[in-house]
């Protein structure tokens, strides 16, 4: 609360100041206005995380030391065309991302080129057909737990047979262990060390 109060401030500061509010980089934007958003919105630690190393990865570099009023589409589009290499999912993200940014940046009243309306969604590949992500066979995932640690063989069995995520099977406790019914409650979450909820709210068994 203490933060959002400040940053309140310092917008309003910067509102009674056009120059303040006309040579407003960037950086400032994201470290004053965006988290202050991202405060409103109750933004999770891991959405936090993801945003962030997006920004420290592929926006930052380019778009760090500019004013939010000289940054136009074909600036934004540059970025977008420099992930080409990237999975479809992320680069939705990233263009998700980028048009929240803006919209926030708007409503904020910051001198902004319209650059959201102007931003295309990445296209899908010309094979529209759905591609199944690559698995191992059975007969593959015992030749790796063959060649791991005793001690590990329980984790990596955990996530052969469930197929669940990382955070889920680190948040797991004994009493998640249904050994009569043979099925694990799935029910929380650990990120960098603090349990929350699931990424879907919803709790859910997986069969032993």
């Known amino acids: 609360m203490i933060q959002v109060n400040k940053l309140n401030e310092q917008y309003v500061q910067n509102s009674n100041n056009p120059s303040s509010v006309e040579f407003k980089t960037f950086e400032s934007y994201v470290k004053e206005e965006w988290a202050m958003y991202l405060d409103g919105q109750e933004a999770e630690g891991s959405t936090r995380y993801s945003y962030d190393s997006m920004l420290k990865n592929h926006v930052m570099p380019r778009?760090?030391?500019q004013r939010l009023g000289d940054i136009d589409t074909s600036v934004v589009s540059e970025i977008?065309?420099?992930?080409?290499?990237?999975s479809r999912k992320y680069r939705l993200n990233m263009f998700n991302l980028l048009n929240s940014m803006f919209e926030v940046a708007v409503e904020h009243g910051l001198p902004t080129s319209p650059v959201s309306a102007r931003l295309h969604r990445p296209k899908k590949a010309k094979n529209n057909s759905k591609q199944e992500k690559p698995s191992l066979s059975a007969q593959?995932?015992?030749?790796?737990?063959?060649?791991i640690p005793t001690e590990y063989k329980p984790l990596v069995w955990t996530f052969s047979l469930t197929g669940m995520r990382s955070g889920e099977v680190f948040g797991l406790t004994w009493c998640d262990i249904l050994w009569d019914e043979r099925k694990i409650w799935v029910r929380r979450s650990l990120w960098h060390g603090?349990?929350?909820k699931t990424k879907t709210d919803d709790e859910c068994h997986k069969h032993l």
């Open 80 to 86: 977008m065309s420099g992930m080409n290499g990237y």
């Open 194 to 196: 603090t349990m929350k």
């Open 140 to 147: 593959e995932i015992r030749l790796v737990i063959d060649q």
């Open 63 to 65: 778009l760090e030391t």
